[in-house]
C-alpha cells in the first residue's frame, strides 16, 4: 500500500518563507508522479495551487510554488500572508488511473 | 464557467445505499476523466474512485472495492457514485472532482455532499 507523507502541522511568520513537503514511505517522489498541491480553508471545497510538480493554477499568486527536493516534492510559500493560513494536501498520480493524496499539513501563519 | 453540483448525500443506516450524483456544465463532459474524493469529518482528503471520459474504463480505492460503483451518463452530463454496503467509515463530504488527464491533476472541485451513516 503506498503511503503519502506530509507534515502534520507546520508554523510560518508573517513575510517568512515555509516549504511543505510530500513524500513516500518507501521510495521517492519525482516529476513522473506528477505531484498536485491543494489549499483547503475550513468548510470550503479544496483549490488548486500547483500541478505538474511547479505549475501554478489560473490565478494563484507566484509567492506558491512546487518543486521535487531531495526525494520528495515540495511547495513553497514566500512572503507568508495570513490568509495562507490553511490545510494543504499534496496528491501523486500513481498512474492506471490511481490517485494517492497525502495527510494533509495545517499550516499556521503566527 | 465549470460548475459541478452534488447531490444525494444524507443520512443512512450502516449497510444501506445511496446514490451519489454530479451535475456538470461548462465543459465537454465527455472529454474527461472524473473522480470522487472523500473526506471525513476532521480528517483528510481520500481519492475513491475514478472513471474515464467515455466510461469505458473504472477505478477504485480498496477500501471501496465490491461495495461503489461510478459511472457516467455523458448524455446527461453527470458522474454517480452508487454505494452499497454502507459502513460509518463511509461518512463523509463527498466531492466531485474533474481531472485534467494530460498532467494528472484535479482541475475542478465541486462543493461536496455529505453522507452520513449512522444508526
Known amino acids: 500500500q503506498t503511503v503519502v507523507t506530509q507534515e502534520p502541522s507546520f508554523s510560518v511568520s508573517p513575510g517568512g518563507t515555509v516549504t511543505l513537503t510530500c513524500g513516500l514511505s518507501?521510495?521517492?517522489?519525482?516529476?513522473?508522479?506528477?505531484p498536485s498541491w491543494y489549499q483547503q480553508t475550513p468548510g470550503q471545497a479544496p483549490r488548486t495551487l500547483i500541478y505538474s510538480t511547479n505549475t501554478r493554477s489560473s490565478g494563484v499568486p507566484d509567492r506558491f510554488s512546487g518543486s521535487i527536493l531531495g526525494n520528495k516534492a515540495a511547495l513553497t510559500i514566500t512572503g507568508a500572508q495570513a490568509d495562507d493560513e490553511s490545510d494543504y494536501y499534496c496528491?501523486?498520480?500513481?498512474?492506471?488511473?490511481?490517485?494517492?493524496f497525502g495527510g494533509g499539513t495545517k499550516l499556521t501563519v503566527l | 464557467e465549470v460548475q459541478l453540483l452534488e447531490s444525494g448525500g444524507g443520512l443512512v443506516q450502516p449497510g444501506g445505499s445511496l446514490r451519489l450524483s454530479c451535475a456538470a456544465s461548462g465543459f465537454t463532459f465527455s472529454s474527461y476523466a472524473m473522480s470522487w474524493v472523500r473526506q471525513a469529518p476532521g480528517k483528510g482528503l481520500e481519492w475513491v474512485s475514478g472513471i474515464s471520459g467515455t466510461g469505458g474504463t473504472t477505478y477504485y480505492t480498496d477500501s471501496v472495492k465490491g461495495r461503489f460503483t461510478i459511472s457516467r451518463d455523458n448524455s446527461k452530463d453527470t458522474l454517480y457514485l452508487q454505494m452499497h454496503r454502507l459502513r460509518a467509515e463511509d461518512t463523509a463530504i463527498y466531492y466531485c472532482?474533474?481531472?485534467?488527464?494530460?498532467?494528472?491533476?484535479?482541475?475542478?472541485w465541486g462543493q461536496g455532499t455529505l453522507v452520513t451513516v449512522s444508526s
Open positions: 518507501s521510495g521517492s517522489v519525482s516529476t513522473s508522479y506528477y
Open positions: 472532482v474533474k481531472e485534467r488527464g494530460y498532467n494528472h491533476f484535479f482541475d475542478y
Open positions: 496528491v501523486l498520480y500513481l498512474g492506471s488511473g490511481l490517485w494517492v
